[in-house]
Structure formats: structure tokens, C-alpha cells
């Protein structure tokens, strides 16, 4: 079993943090070998894939800035388009918990709600690269660099 698929082990509802999307629509030459089996998963149905509406905001500022509309129009087409996934707006129970993590965890505001949505929606674990969330306790925390 590779360690992907170890990793995702009784996952069927992922969280996903805005670097590993990122990573895997403009295929990072690091990650994109890692990621593009756990996409595949959620293209597929195997896995549901989740994230808030803050990842709509910050994976779309640098294409727009560089006038690069066809990526713009791959991160909407996978965010906004895609049958297994979904982009959760912010509710007051997902600001709720964000204020909570954040007190607890001395997070910052953008990664205590994106992780408060995992949270909330019932995701069986959180796929980020920022190895500071591993401190939360509350969900399964997935961090890209630390997968071989």
C-alpha cells in the first residue's frame, strides 16, 4: 500500500487547505506526483473533497494578477464544477469554531476557519502543507511535506 493510500485509510470526506490545490492545478513539480492520485480519488467519487469559499479567494489572486485566465478558469472549473467537491461558504457555526481553534491553537484567522469548515462539514481529515496546524487535535491533519 503506498503511503497515500495509508494516509487516506476510512477517508471518504477530505478537507482540503488552498497550497495543496494550488499545488496540484499549476502541477507543482514536488508535489504534483503526490497529488494528482488524491484528486483523481475525489474525480473519481472515491473521496469527497471540501473546502471554504477563503480557497476561491486565494488561489484566484495571482492568475488575476498575471492576467492568466486560463488557470482562473481551472481552479473554478475544479472548484465550482466538479461533481465531488464542494466550496462551503462561511456560516457562523464554522466562525464559531474558527474563534475557538484560534483561541486554543493561536491560529490565524484564514487557517482556523478553513480548518473550522473541515471541522464542521464532517471531513475525516485536513490535507494542508503548513505543518503548524498540526497542533489541532480535533481532525486528522494530512501535511504533504511530511508524507514520503
Same mark, same amino acid.
Given at each position: 500500500?503506498?503511503?497515500?493510500?495509508?494516509?487516506?485509510?476510512?477517508?471518504?470526506?477530505?478537507?482540503?487547505?488552498?497550497?495543496?490545490?494550488? !499545488?496540484?492545478?499549476?502541477?507543482?513539480?514536488?508535489?504534483?506526483?503526490? +497529488?494528482?492520485?488524491?484528486?483523481?480519488?475525489?474525480?473519481?467519487?472515491?473521496?469527497?473533497?471540501?473546502?471554504? /469559499?477563503?480557497?476561491?479567494?486565494?488561489?484566484? /489572486?495571482?492568475?488575476?494578477?498575471?492576467?492568466?485566465?486560463?488557470?482562473?478558469?481551472? !481552479?473554478?472549473?475544479?472548484?465550482?464544477?466538479?461533481?465531488?467537491?464542494?466550496?462551503?461558504?462561511?456560516?457562523?457555526?464554522?466562525? +464559531?469554531?474558527?474563534?475557538?481553534?484560534?483561541?486554543?491553537?493561536?491560529?490565524?484567522?484564514?487557517?482556523?476557519?478553513?480548518?473550522?469548515?473541515?471541522? /464542521?462539514?464532517?471531513?475525516?481529515?485536513?490535507?494542508?502543507?503548513?505543518?503548524?496546524?498540526?497542533?489541532?487535535?480535533?481532525?486528522?491533519?494530512?501535511?504533504?511535506?511530511?508524507?514520503?
Amino acid at each position: 500500500m503506498s503511503p497515500i493510500e495509508q494516509a487516506l485509510q476510512k477517508v471518504s470526506r477530505l478537507g482540503l487547505d488552498t497550497a495543496p490545490i494550488i !499545488y496540484f492545478i499549476e502541477a507543482h513539480p514536488r508535489y504534483d506526483a503526490l +497529488l494528482t492520485p488524491i484528486f483523481e480519488r475525489i474525480d473519481q467519487g472515491a473521496i469527497d473533497g471540501l473546502t471554504s /469559499v477563503i480557497t476561491l479567494v486565494e488561489v484566484l /489572486v495571482y492568475p488575476l494578477r498575471q492576467g492568466r485566465h486560463d488557470l482562473v478558469e481551472r !481552479y473554478k472549473q475544479l472548484l465550482l464544477t466538479s461533481a465531488h467537491f464542494e466550496v462551503v461558504p462561511i456560516s457562523p457555526e464554522i466562525a +464559531l469554531k474558527a474563534a475557538d481553534l484560534r483561541a486554543h491553537y493561536n491560529l490565524r484567522t484564514p487557517d482556523a476557519l478553513q480548518v473550522a469548515t473541515a471541522i /464542521v462539514n464532517r471531513c475525516d481529515a485536513f490535507l494542508t502543507n503548513d505543518a503548524a496546524l498540526q497542533r489541532v487535535k480535533e481532525l486528522k491533519i494530512l501535511t504533504i511535506d511530511k508524507m514520503p
